[in-house]
């Protein structure tokens, strides 16, 4: 599995980025920095500082990208919050998600951290391009894959309506206009298609890209184009971000990068609602080790935590091999290729391994168009489970497959909560944030009813 | 009483022209004259019979009858022995027989208040009056010894006069020789007689005398930035208070306390907790700015203190689950000193404090001043203290519960603090079993202190050490708790043991002067402090497994501590002074000091047998039985003050430095009209302050260059002008620019004037009236916005970065307050009873308020920095003290202080952050800052008969209602004394009235919750305040309080009884504070909230009231 530090090796795949961009504990070193302490424009104004700027890009995107995960996570069926983990009255809320407005707590925060991580990552493109040059084509190249997953993780949580607005650190704001989600994920294609003009030595950063250009235009429904955009991505690439939680604790770092704050506050339930995905049925059914629920010695189900991200350090994928032939698949059914459609599926489920150690079992064509999509979607689910994809698929089956809202999304009483009722909605498309702050001090926004969800 | 008549009359006489000077010019009581005896009193019958008398004696009982004073030349022998017998003649005829044969004739004054007694041969006393001498001389203060200046100094009977220079000398030339009598006078202190011979032999001599200070405030010398001052002189009311009197009549047991027991009208002192080093939030005639700093500035021996380590975003940032911060609380940095090291306290409310100190002291400044040695013999100083502390209004415990889980089985966990906040408690949906153990916190603490003190010196060397030890248990209780092969999930620990169970302090304060020469003084200061804070512990023991916040699992059969925290923390001030006194008329010098202060937090950390993160699966223990706990054997125990050597979180968290260096130049003048000229550079400070943790620690270097200039003008010693200019070179925001503050004050001593009303009722009357203008400057992050270091973990490692965190507004300026104080002192005769009053009337213009940016922006969503509200706060402020009786047999001393103060948002601007209108803490047009909503509760009712109330089950408004204010309106301190048995055995109490302000009560019961039975109004209040809870959960109500402060008894043991045991004294006082409580509060304790920074409150749920203190001590001087 490649981690970030792909990313980091790749870019100091040449000896002179080495010793100029990528040597990150001589940032530590020469910092003597503490905390919290304000740097001065004068600082940002130079080689390491557009260096710092770049990491804390980087940085504020794994926070951003983590916080949506759970998010995201949390307004599907992936996971349940055992409800006397509340840990105060703010998560208590934002666990009864269902009211629309009680939902945009979380939904602004993450927008939030969202625009804040695109402010830092085009200030960070433009002080590498001032600083760097040609040298710093790895962190400008890693930006932009960053910056298009920032578009298309918008994209797929939000209504269209988006603001997005220009901003940087000498005060200067222009409030920006409401975009359109295809205009998001368009401008995803744009960054892919940036970063891969730059030439660099670095084939997990150009396979990065590649995910995000094939994400964007999935998205889009423009199949064809999506998989041949990520047709020489290899099955075992994964590209992501880990984590170490007790360092977390240890140090303090100020950014909380992925999931799992609280290890057992969050399990699975089977098919929460009355609409869900039947994670806990399939798991233990099929042994199905990509949604794994905890089990006792003897190997039996006891326990609905979900221990994906109980161990300390864990990875969560930003782009991967499997997603990757998923898009293929997808491409294949749209185009009635069945066969290939079928190989597709049964590549990925090839990756994963049952709790008994063989590979999951291959699949076979379920017969008719509904259920091959069914199929897709499920296979989707748990494969890129706990990734931040679920709404997007979510809305793709109504949106591309003409799915009626109501058998997509989970309706009913939460079954893990008892008290948690989904309501009448059954989209999620909140809109930049509850209390209307973006509609009042924004004069270029409009509202989501004057777009399409 | 009669001996203050003759006083004043002989203060009449120098200024009557009778024989005597017109300068200096006194106005004092001049027109007394009327009502006093003495006045036309020369018809009056004389009547005596007298044998074998001194003549001397016969003419003053003669002018004892008249009530009138007596004058002789030097040159008059009135030695011999007389006898005569008189009955009703008139006052001239008795001197003239009484004098018959002497050689000396009498007279009576022009104005009739004096009888002149001259030789009978004129022509030779005028000879003889042309031989004159010389007086040279020092005034002093009685008790410091040191010399007063401004005295003035006359030869009774003559024009011969001075006014002291300012190191309390004085020479008059041209002093007829012969006996005298020698007056000093100075507003503030009682007049001083000496009589003096000057002959032939002894034409010039000289003179020390000491003059006894009133024991009115108008004889203060106060200390200021620009040198000191007497206080009459300042137009603005500075508070000077004396340490040791108020330790002596309450148990203060660190500087917080004493603050709060000094009583200072306009000063608050809120708590927040009643727990050993809770830190403190003091405010100074109230709250002034929205978004920045309302905390005084602390100075320290003339080294600014950092005062703000205990802002909200460095509370404490030792590490809990999820890297969270945990706001437990560490003591306020003044609360790292010994308060029995201090001398002196003044407090500096008004338009002074800026021009004196810059833009750090808008919000006021408290100046500290401590304990000097003086010139002597060592003399030594041992005492103990020894407190019972007891809880008020505490609650007896808190439950765990368990019950039945979301599946329906039988293994869901409340967990301690879930619970605490009624997450279990479901409206009659879940049956939850309950099983608890109580975390009994009404326990005994206790505190004990040694102080060990040495003063002395030479007339060149003092010094003064004196070192102490403070070991203070508080009053929680944490239970040890066994776990019989229990699953004890995620625990979460109570807030309640997050705060301090122990606190040990250790400290050494020296100062040392050195005086080489008489123009050349050297003052060093070193103030140190060792503290020790340990939060409160829950032991488990057993065979059980829990994890805590999941941080780590227990392993079957091994035991658990949990330590809820702590703190160790270094704190030294150390400081400086050259005071160059050339002449008497000048004096320049400076100074250097700095203050540091290192804390090192801790978290909870000691999780034996366990390493940080999970420690063995949980299904190990599968087959353990879901959850049993039982309350540990005997009694719960306090766990606290242990080192954890093991400890795993332990942050260097915070380095604050402060570098004062100032010099000063101070020109003094005396001219016929006394213009004081004062002019200094000071103080130049420079604060960094440094974080290294996590949270929002804001690191900022805060720099202030400046220099102010004062020149005070003396009219005729009755009126004053004090006008004060400070310049700032530059402040943590635009670093070219500077900042400039004005101050205007002057105060008139009315009663020296001629036209004010002839009577005795009022001895001194000075109008006082201050104008200044005063900043508080926005942080720099403000300004300029921009990066941020902050650690971030990628790709692994633990690496620093820069993080876009603020949005600067280049365009902003200080928030500038203007500030008038006006008020009177009136003072009684023989000190019998002063009264002060202030209005202070402070408009705040530009004050800094956040403005919104929509969330597109990606910035943070506060916003930015703008000038666009306005703010006004008035206050009144009364003081009155009284001394009914006043001698040497008995004391008896009540008096009392008030003041209200108002705070009023006066403009808001638009788009001000201004919070929604079912917001708590909404910032509103016409009403304060810090104001307090709530939804109203328009009606309840327990539908479903189950005994509680739902939340389903309560009508709530849409929107908040105003409530009140978070600060007294209102606030008062009255105080009694008592001393016998020659002021060795002294009677005190004080009491304290607070309100309304608000506070937010939490209703719950013994178990920290509304349980089914409990009345359904208080359950509909509980509920309410959860549902409506967005940053507190307590219920607002607006409450008012009278508490009984201090009561305390202090004996001196006779001097016979000590002496035998080589000591000068032994003294003995019981001292008891909080001993009763009256209030309309339903809560815990009106007085004490949760959040001991910025401008809004919380509620009381987490906190302890404060304790009730019995204190015994004894001290003994060798």
């Known amino acids: 599995m490649i981690k970030l530090r792909s990313i980091i090796g790749a870019c100091i795949g040449s000896p002179l980025v080495l010793l100029a961009a990528c040597n990150l504990n001589s940032i530590t070193d020469s910092a003597n920095s503490i905390d919290g302490e304000l740097i001065t424009p004068d600082v940002i104004e130079s080689k390491e500082g557009a260096r710092w700027v770049y990491l804390g890009a980087v940085a504020r995107f794994n926070d951003f990208f983590g916080r949506n995960t759970m998010g995201v996570a949390r307004f599907t069926d992936e996971v349940s919050v055992l409800p006397d983990k509340f840990q105060d009255a703010n998560d208590a809320r934002i666990n009864n998600i269902r009211p629309e407005e009680e939902s945009y707590y979380v939904a602004g925060d993450i927008l939030t951290r969202g625009q804040s991580t695109k402010v830092q990552l085009q200030q960070a493109t433009q002080l590498i391009d001032k600083y760097y040059g040609s040298s710093g084509s790895a962190m400008k190249v890693h930006s932009q894959a960053l910056l298009g997953l920032f578009y298309i993780i918008i994209a797929d949580n939000y209504c269209s309506g988006i603001a997005i607005s220009e901003s940087n650190y000498g005060g200067e704001f222009i409030p920006g206009p409401a975009l359109s989600r295809d205009s998001l994920y ?106 794994p629920v905890r089990t006792n010695a003897a190997g039996n189900y006891i326990y609905p935590l979900q221990p994906e991200y109980f161990s300390a350090k864990k990875m969560i994928a930003f782009f991967s091999g499997a997603e990757a032939r998923l898009i293929e698949a997808e491409y294949h059914l749209q185009e009635g290729n069945i066969p290939q459609f079928i190989e597709k599926i049964n590549s990925v489920r090839r990756l994963y391994k049952q709790r008994s150690g063989s590979t999951l079992p291959d699949i076979v064509d379920p017969g008719n168009h509904n259920s091959r999509v069914d199929l897709l979607f499920k296979e989707r689910a748990y494969t890129l489970y706990l990734t931040g994809r679920r709404i997007a698929d979510m809305r793709r089956l109504t949106s591309h497959y003409g799915r009626e809202p109501e058998t997509v999304w989970p309706t009913g009483k939460s079954e893990g909560a008892q008290f948690i009722m989904y309501g009448s909605n059954y989209f999620f498309v909140p809109e930049v944030q509850g209390n209307g702050s973006e509609a009042n001090l924004n004069p270029n926004y409009n509202r989501c009813e004057n777009y399409d969800i | ?533 340990r939060q409160g512990e829950i032991e488990f023991s057993g065979d059980g497994l829990g994890s805590i916040d999941t941080m780590a699992v227990l392993n079957r059969g091994k035991g658990l501590t949990i330590s809820t925290g702590g703190s160790d923390a270094f704190h030294v001030s150390s400081g400086i002074s050259v005071n160059l006194r050339p002449d008497s008329w000048w004096n320049m010098g400076g100074s250097v000091g700095a203050d540091i202060t290192e804390r090192r937090d801790h978290g909870r950390n000691d999780f034996r047998d366990c390493d940080m993160g999970v420690c063995e699966p949980l299904e190990d223990v599968a087959g353990a039985p879901r959850l049993r706990l039982r309350q540990g054997s005997g009694s719960t125990k306090v766990l606290t003050g242990r080192t954890f050597a093991g400890g795993k979180i332990s942050t260097p968290f915070d380095r604050f430095v402060s570098f004062t260096p100032s010099i000063h130049l101070d020109i003094r003048r005396n001219m016929d009209r ?198 006004q706060n008035r206050s009144i402020e009364v003081t009155l003290n009284t001394s009914l009786i006043d001698n040497d047999l008995m004391l008896l001393r009540i008096g009392g202080s008030m003041a209200t103060v108002n705070n009023v948002i006066r403009r808001l601007g638009n788009n001000a952050i201004v919070n929604s209108n079912t917001s708590r803490d909404r910032l509103v047009e016409g009403y304060q800052i810090g104001s307090v909503w709530d939804l109203p509760v328009l009606g309840y009712g327990d539908v479903n008969g189950d005994g509680y109330i739902a939340q389903n089950e309560l009508i709530l408004g849409d929107t908040t209602v105003y409530k009140g204010w978070n600060t007294p309106k209102f606030t008062a301190a009255y105080t009694g004394e008592i001393s016998l048995l020659q002021r060795n055995l002294t009677f005190s109490f004080s009491l304290s009235q607070q309100g309304p302000h608000v506070q937010y009560a939490t209703f719950r019961d013994n178990y920290g919750e509304v349980v089914v039975g409990a009345p359904l109004p208080l359950q509909a209040l509980s509920v309410a305040s959860r549902v409506r809870a967005q940053r507190s959960g307590g219920t607002a109500m607006n409450v008012s309080e009278l508490r009984l402060n201090t009561v305390s008894v202090s004996y001196n043991l006779p001097k016979s009884f000590s002496q035998r045991l080589n000591s000068k004294l032994i003294a003995i006082s019981l001292q008891g504070s909080n001993l009763g409580l009256w209030t309309n509060y339903s809560g815990r304790d009106p007085m004490v909230n949760s959040t001991p920074v910025g401008n809004l409150i919380s509620d009381d749920g987490y906190v302890l009231p404060i304790p009730r203190k019995f204190a015994f001590n004894v001290r003994v001087e060798l």
């Open chain 1, 186 to 291: 368009m401008r995803a294609v744009a960054s892919a298609d940036n970063g891969l003009s730059i030439n660099i030595d670095s084939v997990p950063l150009n396979n990065l890209l590649k995910g995000v250009k094939a994400r964007a235009l999935n998205n889009l429904g423009r199949y064809k184009e999506a998989a041949e955009a990520i047709a020489d991505v290899p099955d075992a690439f994964s590209l992501g971000e880990i984590f170490s939680f007790s360092e977390i604790r240890a140090e303090g770092v100020g950014y909380q990068p992925l999931v799992p704050i609280a290890i057992d506050k969050y399990h699975i339930l089977n098919s929460k609602g009355l609409n869900g995905v039947i994670w806990v049925a399939d798991s233990s059914a099929h042994q199905d080790m990509r949604i």
């Open chain 2, 1 to 533: 009483m009669r001996f203050q008549y003759a006083k004043v009359l002989a203060l009449v006489l120098v200024s009557s022209g009778i024989g005597v000077s017109q300068e200096p010019e006194s106005h004092l009581g001049r027109n007394f004259t009327s009502l006093l005896p003495g006045a036309g009193q020369s018809a009056r019958s004389i009547s005596l019979d007298v044998k074998d008398v001194h003549l001397s004696e016969l003419i003053q009982k003669i002018a004892d009858q008249a009530g009138l004073q007596l004058s002789w030349s030097g040159k008059v022998v009135l030695d011999r022995k007389v006898s005569l017998t008189l009955k009703n003649v008139d006052v001239q005829e008795a001197l003239g027989q009484a004098l018959r044969g002497s050689g000396a004739k009498a007279s009576i004054s022009s104005n009739g208040k004096m009888i002149v007694i001259v030789p009978e041969k004129q022509d030779s006393i005028s000879r003889q009056s042309q031989a004159t001498g010389t007086v040279r001389g020092r005034v002093i203060d009685s008790a410091s010894k040191n010399g007063v200046p401004g005295v003035a100094v006359s030869v009774l009977g003559t024009r011969a006069a001075a006014v002291t220079k300012s190191d309390g000398t004085f020479s008059i030339p041209q002093v007829p020789l012969g006996r005298h009598t020698l007056i000093a006078r100075l507003l503030g202190y009682r007049s001083g007689e000496r009589a003096i011979v000057l002959n032939e032999k002894s034409p010039d001599i000289n003179v020390t005398f000491a003059v006894v200070a009133s024991a009115s405030r108008l004889s203060e010398v106060v200390t200021t930035a620009t040198g000191q001052q007497r206080r009459l002189e300042v137009g603005n009311d500075i508070v000077k208070i004396n340490a040791r009197e108020i330790m002596d009549r309450a148990p203060v047991r660190s500087v917080s306390d004493l603050i709060r027991h000094a009583q200072v009208p306009g000063v608050n002192v809120l708590t927040a907790s009643g727990e050993p080093g809770a830190p403190t939030r003091i405010r100074m005639r109230g709250i002034g700015s929205i978004s920045q700093s309302t905390d005084p500035a602390i100075i320290v021996d003339g080294i600014w203190v950092n005062s703000k380590m205990s802002d909200s975003s460095i509370i404490n940032r030792a590490f809990g689950a999820g890297g969270q911060s945990r706001a437990n609380y560490t003591p306020s940095p003044i609360d790292n000193i010994d308060p029995a090291t201090i001398e002196t306290v003044e407090f500096i409310r008004g338009p002074s404090a800026a021009s004196l100190y810059g833009h750090e002291a808008a919000n006021g400044v408290i100046v500290f001043t401590t304990r000097r040695g003086s010139d002597g013999q060592a003399s030594w100083s041992y005492s103990y203290s020894h407190d019972w502390d007891a809880q008020v209004r505490a609650k007896n415990g808190y439950w765990v519960g368990y019950g039945t889980d979301v599946f329906g089985n039988f293994n869901d966990i409340c967990t301690i603090r879930t619970h605490y906040n009624l997450d279990c408690i479901q409206d009659s949906t879940i049956n939850l079993n309950r099983f608890g153990f109580l975390l009994d916190e009404s326990g005994p603490g206790s505190i004990d202190i040694h102080r060990l003190s040495v003063r002395g010196g030479s007339n060149k060397i003092t010094y003064s050490l004196s070192t102490s030890y403070q070991d203070n248990i508080g009053t929680r209780r944490t239970p040890r708790v066994d776990m019989i092969r229990a699953r004890l999930l995620n625990i979460s620990l109570p807030s309640e043991l997050r705060y301090p169970g122990r606190k040990k302090d250790l400290s050494l304060s020296s100062a040392f002067g050195f005086t080489p020469n008489r123009i050349l003084n050297i003052d060093l200061t070193v103030n140190a402090n060792n503290s020790n804070l």
């Open chain 2, 674 to 871: 006394q213009v004081l000229l004062n002019l200094s550079e000071v103080p130049f400070g420079a604060e960094q302050g440094s974080g290294n943790g996590n949270g929002s620690m804001t690191a900022n270097d805060v720099i202030t260059a400046g220099y102010a200039v004062t020149t005070g003008i003396n009219v005729m010693d009755k009126m004053y002008f004090d006008i004060g200019f400070r310049q700032d070179a530059g402040s943590v925001i635009k670093r070219n620019s500077s900042s400039s503050y004005p101050r205007l004050s002057t105060s008139w001593v009315v009663s020296e004037e001629g036209f004010f009303p002839k009577n005795r009722l009022i001895e001194v009357l000075v109008l006082r009236g201050a104008f200044g203008y005063a900043a508080v400057h926005p942080e720099e992050a403000d300004v300029n916005g921009g990066y941020r270091y902050r650690r971030a973990i990628i790709n692994d490692e633990i690496i620093w970065v820069g993080e876009l965190g603020s949005v600067g507004n280049n365009k902003l300026v200080p928030e500038r307050s203007f500030e008038f104080e006006g008020g009177f002192d009136v003072y009684l005769p023989g000190d019998r009873a002063e009264l002060i009053f202030n209005f202070v009337n402070k408009y705040l213009r530009n004050a800094i308020i956040d403005r919104s940016l929509p969330p597109s922006s990606g910035l943070p969503t506060t916003g930015r920095k703008e000038n666009i509200s306005r703010v």
